[in-house]
């Protein structure tokens, strides 16, 4: 910036002083140029990152069979170092596995890396971008993370959101000590109680209202709120990593993939279907005169730029993305409580402390610093979102010291990231006490990468840790958890996000309070 100004100058100071400054002027503004030049030319010259070896024509693909890339990446990273490249088939990627380069590409160069390459599936499950967390930064993206944040998950919208908090949290409370009541020495589905009743909470939040049935006309049937799941969130969820090889060999792609194009394009008719009913349900409330808090009513009277197409997908985003990673995290809270006695003890004294004998409430969370390294730590081991959606490099430039040319994919491995041994002493072993250094604020939503940074960071953050942390200091005040036999090897996850590949199963014992 500094030379730019002085190039600028140098012309009108010459011409003033006369003759000599003008050969005095030419011969600075030739060392300038050569300056620049020179300074241009090792930016350029920086060099490739690593390649990690592969086949030809298909790169590494064979090598990523696996559905968990991000263990592979993270193995890579300690022979190839933090940053480095592989090929999947014709398309160049490059992985960031430490927080440093990760951070350098979200924040610093985040100008560079703004916009996303979609695979075929997600092309068409996001309705090409129609969704705040799959757009590239313009100015759809801006517009609809504003009535995002403003209607559903800013720090305001969630003080008017608390209601269906506080009913959530109770009803799942409610429904496992109606299991312990019945069935005492039988291990409980901790994924059906929860997942039911987060699948609640997304779609009053999003719609403003559960529903246990709905009539869809462009299918011509009645679905039932389980059916309502499975589309709206189970099928997009396993479809978002459905492969088409076609996505590593663009030059192929005039050859059809019928089995792989008729899969997606149903999920994503019903999908469209199941929406269409729900919103025509809430349009004719609204009609009746019935307006409710949520985002539903708030786009439908705020967001007049926006078509009802991209109206649907962001109410549809809302709900997918309310409904799964928070699961994820409280479901692997709880698994890693339920193994650890000692520490699910020491959580509880904390609680007791603070809270006595009442039922902990929000207002109650940041004097449980405890419950939060819980969390924390549990979105490290277990990072539900384990790689960033692709980004992609709309412009040359260096991160972590290498040149990366444009047109190149970034993959920032959040797993690795949090699994760094130059960051975290022991990553493997789950330890809640390594967040208990007293330097940060018990409520500081981003002790790990595991919300993603920048720009594009969680916009849901607060809500997940809210929600996550609340069930996870009820549960533990008002039962002791057991694992079910067998559920300590129990680890394997599945799909898009980190889920656990088996729903928890604990033994659980209502604690006795003498008041
Ligand atoms: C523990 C739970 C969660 C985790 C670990 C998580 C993780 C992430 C990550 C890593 C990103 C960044 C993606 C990127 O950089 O491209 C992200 C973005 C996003 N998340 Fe979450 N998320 C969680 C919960 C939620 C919830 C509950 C919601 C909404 C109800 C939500 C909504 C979003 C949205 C809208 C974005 C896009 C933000 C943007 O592009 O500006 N997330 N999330």
């Not at 004294?349 to 939060?372: D, H, T, W």
């Not at 972590?400 to 960051?423: F, L």
């Amino acid at each position: 910036m500094d030379t730019l100004l002085n190039l600028q100058a140098l012309p009108a100071t010459a011409a003033s002083i006369g003759g000599p400054a003008v050969a005095i002027g030419g011969i600075t503004w030739f060392f300038i140029r050569e300056y620049v030049k020179d300074q241009r030319k090792k930016s350029l010259s920086f060099p490739p990152p690593p390649e990690v070896p592969g086949l030809p024509v298909i790169g590494n693909l064979l090598q990523l069979k696996e559905k968990k890339p991000h263990k592979t990446f993270t193995k890579w990273a300690e022979k190839y170092g933090p940053i480095y490249s592989i090929r999947a088939g014709s398309n160049t990627m490059v992985v960031l596995n430490t927080n440093d380069v990760a951070k350098e590409a979200m924040v610093t160069k985040y100008s560079s890396i703004s916009t996303r390459k979609l695979s075929n599936a997600l092309k068409i499950l996001t309705s090409d971008k129609s969704i705040v967390a799959m757009s590239d930064y313009n100015e759809f993206y801006k517009t609809a993370k504003r009535h995002l944040l403003t209607s559903t998950l800013g720090t305001n919208a969630q003080k008017r959101n608390r209601i269906h908090r506080d009913n959530m949290i109770n009803n799942i409370c409610d429904q496992f000590h109606a299991h312990a009541t019945k069935y005492p020495s039988e291990a409980v589905n901790f994924r059906k109680i929860f997942q039911y009743e987060l699948f609640g909470l997304s779609m009053r939040q999003s719609i403003g209202e559960d529903v246990e049935s709905i009539y869809v006309e462009d299918l011509g049937i009645t679905l039932s709120r389980e059916e309502v799941f499975k589309i709206l969130v189970l099928d997009p969820m396993e479809g978002a990593i459905e492969v088409d090889w076609r996505d590593f060999f663009p030059y192929m792609k005039w050859i059809p993939n019928q089995e792989f194009e008729n899969k997606i394009q149903q999920m994503h008719f019903r999908r469209q279907a199941v929406m269409k009913a729900l919103i025509e349900q809430q349009k004719k409330r609204i009609a009746s005169g019935k307006e409710i808090n949520c985002y539903l009513d708030h786009l439908l009277s705020e967001a007049n730029t926006l078509s009802e197409q991209q109206i649907l997908m962001l109410l549809w985003e809302a709900i997918i993305e309310a409904s799964d990673t928070t699961l994820v995290s409280t479901e692997w809270a709880m698994y890693e409580l339920s193994k650890d006695p000692n520490r699910q003890t020491y959580l509880l004294s904390e609680i007791q402390n603070a809270c006595g004998f009442n039922k902990v409430r929000e207002e109650k969370l940041c004097q449980l610093p405890y419950l939060a390294a819980v969390f924390h730590e549990t979105l490290r081991k277990h990072s539900p979102v384990p790689i960033v959606p692709l980004r992609y490099m709309h412009e040359e430039a260096q991160l972590g010291g290498y040149n990366i040319p444009e047109g190149t994919e970034i993959a920032i491995n959040i797993y690795g990231c949090n699994m760094d041994q130059n960051v975290w002493d022991s990553p493997e072993d789950w330890n809640p006490e390594r967040f208990l250094t007293g330097k940060d604020d018990a409520m500081e939503l981003h002790k790990t990468m595991a919300f993603g940074g920048g720009k594009r960071v969680c916009a849901g953050a607060l809500q997940a840790m809210t929600i996550s942390c609340m069930a996870i200091a009820r549960l533990v005040q008002e039962f002791e958890w057991q694992l079910g036999i067998g559920e300590e090897e129990n680890v394997d996850t599945l799909g898009l996000t980190t889920h656990r590949l088996h729903p928890l199963l604990t033994i659980i014992k209502p604690r006795v309070y003498k008041g």
